[in-house]
């Protein structure tokens, strides 16, 4: 069977916080995770509105902090700052697929369209830190472009120690089933991204010849699910999970931040249960955390 170092947390924008991590990390204390991605600018702007910006990784044990940008200086500087911070290497973004970072910032998903300006950014970071570095990556911009082994090839020869790929182009965004290539002669270690839903999915890409998983979206209301994979019989308690998490959100944001931040959650941890229809209603409704608390014991009939 798998070790949980071998199936990584994927990085997802507005959800793998600290909080989410932290939920994570109780069931599976040894899995590789990474943040949600950190601008260069605002990292190195020490930007207050974003709190991501000031977190401290030396007690969360292996998360490696993504970056994304397209200055090349700046996004040395991040990396250096985050290094500083305990992350246990840097992960520069290099695949996302969202117009306000893919083409109106010139960064994500881009970098796979200028490999200049991406080798430039891996080689500035690989030399401003010690930890090790990484990047993220899709199979290509579109179907006419699917140059990931030449991005993979400049990422090994800038010092990058391994990279995760997605099975999809930018064009197809999240749609359609994630189709991965073979990877036994890459250069570098690869780390299989997307539809990664159970311990079969995990066992067929190390077959590809990848060095490991990555769950992305089967996280989702499941923290408990990399040791699932990992073939543990984990016994979960839905509700407590559920308001443990909330506790941590609460801790981390402030009431005002989190309980609206939590309800997407909330619903998560609902799917495919009886009645949560009606759940997801009723907590998209709610403004304060008590009542949140009321809400989620009730819908599981959690008395303690």
């Known amino acids: ?36 991605m950190i601008s260069c600018h ?18 969360e044990g292996a ?17 250096k700052i985050l290094e500083g911070q305990g992350a246990r290497w840097i992960d520069i973004n290099m695949g996302c697929p969202v117009p306000k970072v893919a083409t109106r910032a010139g ?10 300006l991406a080798g430039k950014i891996m080689d500035a970071v690989v030399r401003a830190v010690k930890i090790p570095v990484s990047i993220k990556t899709r199979l290509g911009w579109d179907e006419e472009h699917k140059d990931w082994r030449d991005l993979i090839n400049i990422a090994a020869d800038s010092g990058v120690k ?39 999915d995990v066992e067929r890409v190390l077959n590809m010849g990848f060095a490991g998983a990555m769950v992305g979206r089967g996280l989702l209301g499941q923290p ?6 990992c073939g543990m019989d984990v016994p979960v308690n839905v509700a407590a999970v559920a308001l443990q998490h909330l506790e941590y959100a609460l801790e981390y944001y402030g ?17 495919g ?14 403004t304060d955390a008590e009542t949140l608390k009321v809400a989620i014991r009730e819908f599981w009939d959690y008395h303690c």
């Not at 960064?107 to 200049?116: I, N, P």
């Not at 009431?255 to 799917?271: G, I, L, N």
């Open 107 to 116: 960064a994500g998903a881009f970098l796979m369209r200028d490999h200049v």
């Open 162 to 200: 391994f990279a995760a790929l997605h099975g999809r182009t930018r064009a197809q965004l999240y749609v359609g089933p994630a189709v991965l290539p073979d990877v036994t002669d890459a250069p570098i270690p690869i780390i299989a991204n997307g539809d990664i839903k159970n311990a079969d």
């Open 273 to 286: 249960m009886k009645n949560s229809s009606e759940f997801r209603i009723r907590v998209n409704q709610i």
């Open 1 to 36: 069977m798998f070790s949980q170092k071998q199936i990584f947390a994927a990085p997802l924008a507005g959800i793998t916080d600290r909080p989410f991590r932290r939920i994570v990390r109780q069931f599976a204390p040894d899995a590789p995770m990474v943040t949600e």
């Open 255 to 271: 009431e005002k931040t989190a309980v609206p931040m939590f309800r997407k959650h909330a619903a998560w941890y609902s799917a």
């Open 42 to 59: 605002s990292i190195v702007g020490a930007h207050k509105n974003c709190l991501r910006n000031f977190d401290r990784y030396d007690d």
């Open 224 to 229: 408990w699910i990399i040791s699932q994979m």
């Open 63 to 79: 998360v490696g902090a993504q970056i994304f940008g397209a200055n090349v200086k700046l996004m040395a500087e991040a990396a």
